[in-house]
């Protein structure tokens, strides 16, 4: 589990295609030291176990299901990619909770600039849309972010100065693909709500039943 604040940015130091996914090596803005082997971090909002330290890098292992859902598949060397470990019971949740599982990738359709913030419009698939909702949370590219406001499938997010600096959203452009992971207690509602709604039973109805 995750917050969605991202620790730094780390760099893209190989990713190796092989026939059952890929390896992708890592350089983190962290001491390796901090690094155990089995343990979680997410890349760019991707979920991934760490399988070997280097002495100044990081593997882990990239399966065919990740490349298929995710944008990993589309780095280069160089590239930055955003990195977070694991929460620990007892730390401050300051973002929201983030499981690292992308939903969907979404594609960045405007980027507008307004003194030192800039606005972020982001075209979502119908899987990740379906949750979206003004003032709610999402996760971009593992980045804990609240939608400003929700178009159809296009919703806008307000990015600013420190989030530019320390994420790869500052790098975002339209035509861009990003990660995107809709929020979990949202999730948890629909379904909770489906087998009443598939009955017939408005919202109002179990309202008044006190379901919520």
Do not use: W
């Not at 589990?1 to 893209?12: D, K, S």
């Not at 990993?72 to 929460?87: F, K, W």
């Not at 300051?94 to 982001?122: A, M, N, P, S, Y």
């Not at 296009?154 to 992971?181: K, Q």
Request: charged residues 25%; proline residues 5%.
């Amino acid at each position: 589990m995750f917050t969605g604040l991202v620790e730094g940015l780390g760099r893209v130091r190989e990713l190796r295609r092989e026939s059952t996914g890929a390896l992708l090596v890592l350089s983190p803005p962290f001491p390796l030291e901090e690094l155990a082997v089995g343990e979680s971090v997410a890349i760019n909002g991707a979920c991934l176990t760490v399988t070997r330290i280097r002495p100044e890098a990081f593997e882990v292992m990239v399966s065919p299901e990740t490349l298929s859902r995710t944008t990993l598949g589309e780095l280069r060397r160089g590239d930055p990619v955003n990195l977070e470990r694991a929460l620990r019971f007892g730390d401050r949740l300051g973002g929201h909770l983030v499981t690292g599982h992308v939903d969907g990738v979404g594609r960045v359709v405007e980027r507008r600039e307004t003194g030192e913030f800039f606005f972020l419009c982001i075209e979502a698939p119908e899987e990740v849309a379906r949750y979206l909702v003004e003032k709610g949370s999402v996760a971009v590219d593992g980045v804990s972010l609240t939608v400003n406001r929700v178009q159809g499938r296009v919703f806008e997010l307000a990015i600013i100065p420190h989030t530019a600096r320390l994420t790869t959203l500052g790098l975002r452009r339209p035509g861009d693909r990003v990660n995107l992971e809709a929020d979990l207690l949202a999730k948890y509602v629909e379904k909770f709500l489906h087998p009443y709604r598939e009955r017939g039973l408005s919202l109002q109805f179990l309202q008044e039943k006190g379901f919520f």
